[in-house]
């Protein structure tokens, strides 16, 4: 990565803290990743964009930039990058997904804060992520407490837009959501100096709803008996379909589920037969988080789906490409990212339902509920998805961790006896 | 044909050689030590010594240094372990498992000899062994003198749930001259609530309860588990090498 310091010094990064994270990623990625053995070939491109995950997507971006776009930085699912495209702007995730950035967020942050907030703060903060430095704003959402109040202290760095996300899914809450996104689109409008026309934001609801398709094409692929790809590849595609642009990804992904497909009629598989298959859910695994899968995948079995919003969250059910009207297709939006089913809803009975189903779709032997330590929404919810699943006679295990390694002995041991315990 | 199970726990590694018809022909213990591999070692030594060559044997090993034993021909987990070597001891399919070992606690429900379900505290140190032994060197006590006292005493509750400070409550509760067994109580009382806790987030019915780890040979421990998960907990001479058992019927 190293053509990029005078990319990451015109950012104002702290060259050299990131150079102690540039050192580490490429060993923990060729441990979890290339060690793998018969990996689909498709899985290149991804394995290209790790190599240079702070050069080859920042540098795009900063020449978009210079060209007049603008980058927005989102945290949550339930943003609706349809506005963004449809004024000519770029959308990226940005949750940190690593223990490197933590200590960074501990500095302004309670200790009892979720790792995901501590470590997207950290990132910010400690000026060691590009992707953080270059989004011109970020956007953010009312959903958990932890997020809520970071935004206040990001705000203070860096310009922060926050959508007021309902906590109910009455009638109303459906109406509010619509009128939220139309006031993001005045946001968006104002900062990109583009109107959003409804031709613009129908080309928009279209290039997002084709990613959605190519994500869930490899994702039913995980359905097939013969699994052809191993979860930690899925899961590397899905991390990075939040920084992508979204018309290559679809690209890519459809490139990997023709692979696929073409795998499945030839019975060729990256598991042993016999290998028990894991349903994932619960709190979102942000790039670089594999721990679980990782574990998962060392102890004889195989992770099929993610219910979490790297994962099916993140494309399931499509928007309405039939409205014509800028109304109309806001409220569209509306219903579309209200089918989403995170913790922060009360009552959230539909990801019981969701999660009961995936199981069955995707034929899982068992189901792990993993939340990320401090997050009390998953893991107060996770008693209702426990005892779904225990009730539905399928096997559970819950577990909570954080970016740390200092556990993985002990979710080793725990996570070989529960595929053990399947027999 | 011998079977051998080697359970090389936090504090003590534990072995246990069976015959093809389930009889458990001999069972040892010893100090786990600094390293894994040395004690593996030993117990390699010692099977020689009495007569079970482990090339001869089929052995599994379990516990968290299961990986350690370079003359194992698998390794199983110590849950899987425990259930099917209590299921053996107590000659019963159906039970809940209440192991408190050195380092961890697990609770097992087992159903037709199966696991059906398990939690485990790897946590955190209250409600293990390790609580026990700590505050038992605090009272400059052993650990199974400190069980036998805490019968006689009663009236104090230990309220930290962290060892640490917990200690420094102990150690406070001494300069205020409480007696001994009343300290002992508490601590005792202490490491049952906090077990009982995790042994009641699994619906046991009316399964029997069964008490296996270290603590087992002491009575007490199991009298006041009794009363606190208000059903009869029992256990058996052979409990604390429960895992060792269970490995060896693995290789069966
Ligand atoms: S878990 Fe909830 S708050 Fe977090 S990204 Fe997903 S939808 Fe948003
Ligand atoms: S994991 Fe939980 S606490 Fe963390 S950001 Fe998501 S909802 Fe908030």
């Not at chain 1, 932890?146 to 109910?168: C, F, R, S, T, W």
């Not at chain 1, 009730?391 to 979710?411: F, K, M, N, R, W």
């Not at chain 2, 786990?32 to 090993?61: H, M, Q, Y």
């Not at chain 2, 205020?176 to 019915?205: H, M, T, W, Y």
Request: net charge negative; charged share 25%.
């Amino acid at each position: 990565m190293s053509d990029y310091v005078k990319m990451w010094e015109d950012l104002g990064m702290d060259l050299e803290t990131h150079d102690q994270l540039c050192q580490v990623l490429p060993t923990a990625f060729g441990d979890v990743y290339l060690s793998q053995e018969n990996r689909p070939e498709g899985m290149g491109f991804w394995d290209f964009v790790v190599s240079e995950i702070h050069g080859i997507r920042p540098s795009e971006l900063i020449e978009a930039q210079k060209n007049g776009q603008k980058v927005f930085g989102t945290f949550c699912v339930y943003v609706p990058d349809e506005v963004v495209i449809a004024a000519n702007g770029i959308v990226t995730g940005l949750c940190g997904g690593s223990q490197f950035w933590v200590p960074g967020g501990e500095k302004v942050l309670p200790k009892n804060t979720c790792p995901l907030i501590k470590a997207s703060v950290g990132a910010r903060l400690d000026r060691t992520c590009p992707f953080f430095r270059i989004a011109d704003m970020y956007v953010g959402e009312t959903t958990c407490d932890g997020k809520k109040k970071a935004y206040e202290i990001l705000a203070e760095d860096v310009p922060v837009h926050v959508m007021d996300m309902p906590q109910m899914k009455r009638a109303e809450d459906y109406d509010k959501w619509a009128h939220e996104i139309e006031l993001f689109a005045g946001v968006v409008e104002e900062q990109t100096g583009n109107k959003v026309t409804p031709e613009k934001l129908a080309e928009a609801i279209k290039i997002i709803n084709n990613k959605r398709k190519a994500l869930k094409r490899v994702y039913d692929a995980r359905k097939a008996d013969k699994l052809p790809i191993s979860g930690k590849d899925a899961l590397l595609m899905m991390q990075i379909a939040f920084f992508d642009d979204p018309v290559r990804c679809a690209e890519m992904c459809n490139k990997l589920a023709d692979e696929l497909d073409q795998r499945i009629a030839d019975g060729v598989s990256v598991f042993p037969e016999g290998t028990k298959r894991i349903l994932l859910t619960g709190t979102p695994l942000a790039i670089p988080n594999w721990k679980l899968h990782h574990i998962i995948e060392t102890s004889g079995a195989a992770v099929v789906c993610e219910e979490m919003c790297t994962g099916t969250r993140y494309f399931e059910n499509l928007v309405d490409e039939t409205q014509t009207t800028l109304e109309g297709q806001y409220k569209a939006l509306a219903d579309r990212y209200m089918k989403n089913n995170c913790a922060c809803f009360t009552p959230n009975e539909g990801r019981i339902d969701d999660i009961i189903r995936l199981a069955k779709e995707y034929k899982a032997d068992g189901v792990i509920d993993v939340n990320l330590k401090f997050c009390s929404i998953y893991d107060t919810e996770g008693f209702f998805v426990e005892r779904a699943l225990k009730e539905a006679g399928i096997p559970v295990l819950g577990i909570e961790t954080d970016y740390t390694d200092s556990d993985a002995e002990q979710l080793k041991t725990r996570i070989e006896a529960f595929i053990e315990m399947l027999g | 044909m011998h079977y051998i199970g080697i359970d090389i726990g936090s504090t003590s590694a534990k072995t246990a050689v069976l015959d093809e018809n389930k009889n458990i022909l001999e069972v040892f213990a010893q100090p786990t030590g600094w390293s894994s591999i040395d004690t593996a070692e030993s117990i390699g030594k010692n099977l020689r010594e009495k007569g079970f060559a482990p090339e001869e044997c089929k052995v599994v090993s379990t516990g968290y240094g299961r990986v350690a034993v370079p003359f194992s021909d698998k390794t199983v987990t110590e849950i899987t372990c425990h259930a099917k070597g209590a299921s053996l001891i107590f000659g019963l399919e159906d039970l809940l498992v209440v192991d408190i070992g050195g380092q961890d606690t697990k609770v097992i429900l087992i159903e037709n000899g199966f696991v059906k379900d398990f939690v485990m505290n790897d946590k955190c140190s209250a409600g293990t062994g390790r609580f026990l032994e700590v505050m038992a060197n605090t009272l400059a006590m052993r650990p199974d003198e400190l069980c036998t006292l805490a019968k006689s005493g009663g009236n104090t509750s230990i309220s930290s749930l962290c060892t640490v400070f917990a200690e420094s409550e102990v150690i406070s509760l001494i300069g205020r001259g409480e007696k001994k067994e009343n300290i002992a109580f508490g601590v005792v009382d202490s490491i049952i609530k906090k077990v009982a806790i995790q042994a009641n987030r699994l619906p046991a019915g009316s399964k029997q309860a069964v008490l296996t780890g270290g603590l087992c040979e002491c009575d007490y421990i199991c009298e006041a588990l009794s009363r606190e998960l208000k059903t009869e907990v029992i256990t058996d001479k052979n409990a604390r090498f429960a895992g060792a058992i269970g490995a060896a019927l693995c290789g069966m």
